[in-house]
């Protein structure tokens, strides 16, 4: 039983492992990271955690004492004054202070202890960040699924060209037999205007391609912020990811996926927010300290003089109206809301997940059927050829031939198409770095 325990352990420890095994080539990774240095959101994001790194390290300084130069002048009038008699018949006037007061000071305040006022409202900074860098990450990961949903699209649309392409030649072929066989007498004349109407709608067909391919293209030049793109001419859906089983793909999509991150994150900043809030109604316990030079010293009030002071203080806030107790309830509330929200992301996380992983399986498997359609539809079309040649159908039934060839092929690359997007999907919801 054991054994079995411990086989099962691998063997899903290895679709854990497979599920990270992506696969892609170097023309979309290039697209990718063109697309993230060019797209303005990205920048504005980076810039964000510019921001927030310096705001963070202003709150840092509240670890620093604040030291401030003061110069004053001050005229006073009238000033306390008193005659002492200095003889006979003599007074002498002694001034408590001078009309013309002179101060100059180097003074200094360093916080001794807050109570974890600034400890709290650091770690609520160093929140900021982590968020800033999160959303870019968020943000990398919904662009690069949208730079390779369209990267494909342009492939669909190309491989879905020489689909038709291959039906106007086998269709230029019938045409060519089809004259031949009316200049003989062996064919009516609606034969030949028949395969002309279809090779006209082909050609339409052709030209609607075209169109969304052009269409394609200029958002994947506006998507990376090129006007033109090197890349090796890619015809094949590549995007490739290794098996994977529902349970280790939710399981590590609950610690990679942008979106989870993002809400356990803001979780750890509402905490935070909560101690800052509690601190804020704590006293504060602070050195003062100032030296420097002013006049109004006795005896010689008017000289000036050197001096300095040096002392604590705490400040005890008493009354603010409940504001910190309705902040904390606040931060309180929001920290709630967030884990609802994780609960949530969670959920949703699972059935995306299950949904991918369905359509990957499906399409899959409508690939496999599809495969074997494209080979009796090719083989058919070679007998249909053949009894044409020989007269032994009308042309209606080559046509029938040819149009079924032409659906199977065009569902296989569909199923091919919806596979490979699938992929992308599954990849973006496990927070999967295949860009780099």
């Not at 705001?55 to 840092?60: L, S, Y």
């Not at 369905?358 to 495969?371: C, G, Q, S």
């Not at 058919?380 to 080559?398: F, P």
Request: hydrophobic content about 40%; overall charge positive.
């Amino acid at each position: 039983m054991k054994t079995i325990k411990i086989i099962i352990a691998f063997l899903l420890m290895g679709s854990f492992v497979n599920a990270q095994t992506i696969s892609i080539n170097n023309d979309l990774k290039t697209l990718i990271n063109q697309s993230f240095g060019y797209f303005p959101k990205m920048k504005e994001l980076q810039q964000q955690v510019q921001t927030n790194t310096y705001r963070e390290e202003g709150t840092k300084s509240g670890y620093l004492p604040t030291i401030s130069a003061n110069a004053g002048y001050m005229y006073v009038a009238p000033v306390s004054q008193v005659l002492f008699p200095a003889g006979p018949g003599q007074f002498t006037t002694l001034y408590f202070q001078p009309n013309n007061n002179f101060t100059s000071a180097l003074t200094l305040n360093q916080t001794l202890y807050d109570f974890g006022k600034v400890k709290a409202n650091v770690e609520k900074a160093k929140d900021d960040i982590k968020i800033s860098k999160a959303n870019i990450d968020a943000n990398k990961a919904l662009l690069a699924a949208q730079v390779a949903n369209i990267y494909y699209s342009t492939i669909y649309i190309k491989k879905a060209m020489d689909v038709q392409d291959s039906l106007l030649v086998t269709l230029q072929e019938s045409k060519k037999l089809i004259d031949s066989r009316v200049k003989n007498g062996d064919a009516i004349e609606l034969d030949a205007l028949t395969v002309k109407n279809n090779i006209d709608n082909a050609n339409n067909r052709k030209a609607d391609l075209q169109n969304m391919l052009d269409k394609q293209t200029n958002l994947l030049y506006y998507t990376v912020g090129q006007t033109k793109i090197n890349t090796t001419s890619q015809t094949n859906f590549d995007f490739n990811v290794g098996s994977t089983l529902a349970d280790s793909v939710t399981a590590t999509a609950q610690k990679t996926n942008p979106d989870v991150i993002l809400t356990k994150l803001r979780i750890d900043q509402a905490k935070h927010d909560i101690n800052v809030n509690k601190a804020a109604a704590l006293p504060v316990l602070s050195l003062n300290g100032a030296i420097g030079y002013k006049n109004g010293y006795q005896p010689d009030i008017f000289q000036v003089r050197f001096n300095y002071l040096v002392g604590v203080n705490l400040s005890v806030p008493l009354y603010q109206g409940g504001r910190y107790l309705k902040q904390t309830k606040v931060a309180e509330s929001t920290l709630l809301q967030n884990q609802f929200s994780l609960e949530s992301t969670n959920n949703t996380l699972r059935r995306d997940i299950a949904q991918a992983l369905d359509d990957i399986k499906l399409n899959e498997e409508k690939v496999k059927n599809t495969t074997g359609m494209v080979q009796q539809a090719e083989l058919a079309l070679k007998i249909a050829k053949s009894r044409y040649k020989n007269g032994t159908i009308i042309y209606v039934e080559l046509f029938t031939a040819q149009n079924n060839l032409q659906s199977a092929q065009l569902s296989k690359l569909q199923y091919e198409y919806q596979l490979c997007l699938a992929k992308i999907e599954l990849t973006r919801l496990t927070g999967a770095t295949y860009w780099m």
